[in-house]
């Protein structure tokens, strides 16, 4: 596996070459120095890397020779897809830098009532960009095979119709909810969950009784309260764990009975 690794559009694929240009492109020239004759690898989004010799690097592009095939196991078998509520500052950004690292999917973004931020039009596009910029990055970091998908801002009932095909979650602090780990021991054999994360001020009951219309079990994380930023992560990754690591070893059997 190439120490240095960069997602590209298939477009940017031609003849046995790659044609790396942009951001990626100053990166190699600039920050990492690399000269023709250095490896890399590069994805094409779709779960493929290609072993590639850079053949010439130049300010506003960088061109490499295809090389082996590779298909690397390393994607959990269990598709999580985030909804993460729109909240202040760098919350967001966090969740879908360090939510790329650990194994997420997909990041829906929702504005629900008690959303501080508010965002539409051109500042939506802006930002929808940056995260998905923040996703790649932290795909390139982590190694993985894909570049989750980082859908723009919604309205809560609309994600919960974009989840008919997933068993759906939502995080909720009150002490009479299921405990996670508790619904990891009953989960069905779906392989696709969605986690539904409040904003700072959490979700309204109203949103709480809108998700269990929808077929979402409310479930809590532990005694303690989390910050939405943080919420997300631990779910995640009490889920992959579980799912990726305790039954693959056959530590515990799937359905945990």
């Given at each position: ?9 298939p ?16 990166q ?7 000269q023709?004759g ?12 290609y072993?590639?010799v ?5 300010k506003?592009?960088a ?9 690397p196991?390393?994607e ?22 360090h939510g ?7 990041f829906?973004?929702?504005?629900t ?9 051109e500042r939506e596009?802006?930002?929808?960009e ?6 790649k990055?932290?795909a ?8 989750p998908?980082?859908?723009g801002v ?15 979650l ?7 909810t ?8 009953r ?15 959490g ?6 009784d ?5 077929g979402?079990v ?19 990754s009490?889920i992959?764990?579980?799912t990726e690591?305790?039954v ?5 059997e799937?359905g945990?009975?």
């Open positions: 596996m190439s120490k240095h690794r960069f997602f590209v559009s477009e940017q694929f031609s003849d046995g070459i790659v044609h790396i240009t942009g951001e990626d492109a100053r190699i020239r600039v920050v990492l120095r690399l023709p250095d490896e890399i690898g590069v994805l094409d989004g779709s779960g493929k890397e072993r590639c850079l053949e010439s690097v130049r506003e592009e061109i490499a020779r295809i090389g082996e095939q590779k298909l196991e390393v959990p078998k269990t598709h999580i897809t985030v909804v993460q509520s729109l909240a202040k500052g760098e919350k967001v950004e966090r969740v879908i830098q790329t690292e650990i194994g997420v999917s997909r829906v973004l929702v504005q009532e008690r959303s501080v931020v508010q965002l539409n039009g596009r802006a930002r929808v940056r995260w998905r910029r923040i996703a990055e932290a390139e970091q982590a190694h993985r095979a894909i570049v998908a980082i859908e919604t309205s809560l009932r609309r994600a919960l119709e974009m989840m008919s095909d997933a068993s759906i939502t995080l909720h602090p009150d002490g009479n299921l405990p996670l780990v508790e619904w990891i021991r989960r069905p054999s779906s392989q696709r969950v969605a986690v539904i994360v409040g904003p700072e001020g979700l309204t009951d109203e949103e709480v809108l998700c269990v219309r929808y979402a409310s479930v809590s994380l532990m005694p303690r309260i989390l910050r939405t930023e943080t919420a997300a992560l631990v779910a995640v009490q992959l764990f579980v690591h305790l693959s070893t056959g530590f515990v799937q945990f009975t």
